[in-house]
């Protein structure tokens, strides 16, 4: 089975590569390198000992989709590809809604003419908005609170439209919480340039000396010691949930979401003091004030994924802050 993968030399994409060549599928992958570097090729090449084709281009330029589906004869996508900075979003949304929603609508018109339609998507527990109650199940209500979240659902509505009006379409929506961690070589993972906004790369950068201190933004949460709580999951098990998403697509003509999380809450205060103790190392941090837009707790029931797709994450808190820092370290 040949398998594209869009925004495959990204964070996610590229662990999924790895695990998708580890299971015998062909792969090709796209990537515009707008967030991510040539040289993760070599390196996903380098963990599996496997070839594959990559091609450099925009999964807007429909022009260069037709040449990829015309020279391969692709089986179904995962698509990855699009912009991801929540803060950003708020500045810039038309970068994000001109960038995801052309990126999937051009790819969706490709797949069409090519006949190809089966999709792995790569959506966020952002859809759920402000949850009413915890943990989250995949038929809570739908809303957003950013154009990022707003451009995931967005795109989930057009697929669903898209089913409704050719049943042929087999489509699995993979919402995820916050994956982290690092393939355990240490060749592959997450390390954004600027400062990061997210949780984990700043903990990393602060432990490795590239940031003085950590703000943890806020301690007056409704949480077990007042800062925000999320189901934080290891990037090589959400890896692992999207072989059986294409296993399920490939099998069946359907569309369905599923949450792609532990089912663990942890505190920011708990990562910080688990990454410490995990790595033996200090990370300097200060409170702060809470950060706007953020919600007290987020964590998934993951219970669908398990009955319907027969998977589970496995690996521990420990082992997503010893595989982060391991990956920073010899990277930075
Ligand atoms: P990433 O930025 O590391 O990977 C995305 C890749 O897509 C990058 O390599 C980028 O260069 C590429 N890309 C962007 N626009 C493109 C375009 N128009 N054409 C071709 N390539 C393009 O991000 P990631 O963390 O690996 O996330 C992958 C997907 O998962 C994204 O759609 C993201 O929104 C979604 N997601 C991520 C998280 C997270 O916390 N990382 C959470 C929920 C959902
Ligand atoms: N957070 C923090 N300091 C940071 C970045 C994040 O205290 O520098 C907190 C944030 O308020 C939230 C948690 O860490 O409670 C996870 O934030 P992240 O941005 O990683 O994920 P998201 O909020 O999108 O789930």
Known sequence: MNILVTGGTGYI????????????????????????????????????????????????????????????????????????????????????????????????????????KKLVFSS?????????SLPIKENFPLSTTNPYGSTKLMIEDILRDLHKSDNDWSIAILRYFNPIGAHKSGLIGENPNDIPNNLMPYIVKVATGQLDELSIFGNDYDTVDGTGVRDYI?????????????????KENTIDSYNLGTGNGYSVLELVKTF??????????KITKRRPGDIDACYADPSYAKEKLN??????????????????????
């Open 13 to 116: 994409g590229s662990h999924t590569c790895v695990e998708l060549l580890n299971s015998n599928y062909n792969v090709i992958v796209i990537d515009n390198l707008s967030n991510s570097k040539i040289d993760v090729v070599d390196k996903i090449k380098k963990i599996t000992n496997k070839d594959f084709k990559f091609y450099e281009g925009d999964c807007c330029n429909k022009e260069f989709l037709n040449k990829v589906f015309t020279e391969n004869q692709i089986d179904a996508v995962i698509h990855f590809a699009g912009f991801k900075a929540v803060g950003e979003s708020v500045l810039k949304p038309l970068k994000y809604y001109r960038n995801n929603l052309d990126s999937t609508i051009s790819l969706l018109e490709v797949m069409n003419s090519f006949n190809v």
């Open 124 to 132: 966020s527990a952002t859809v759920y908005g402000k949850p009413e």
């Open 234 to 250: 290891h990037v090589v098990d959400l890896a692992k949930g999207h072989i059986k998403a294409i296993e399920k697509v490939l």
């Open 276 to 285: 410490i103790k995990v790595n033996n190392v200090d990370v300097k941090y």
């Open 311 to 332: 998977w589970e994450a496995s690996l521990t808190i420990d082992e997503m802050c010893r595989d982060a820092y391991n990956y920073v370290k010899k990277n930075k």
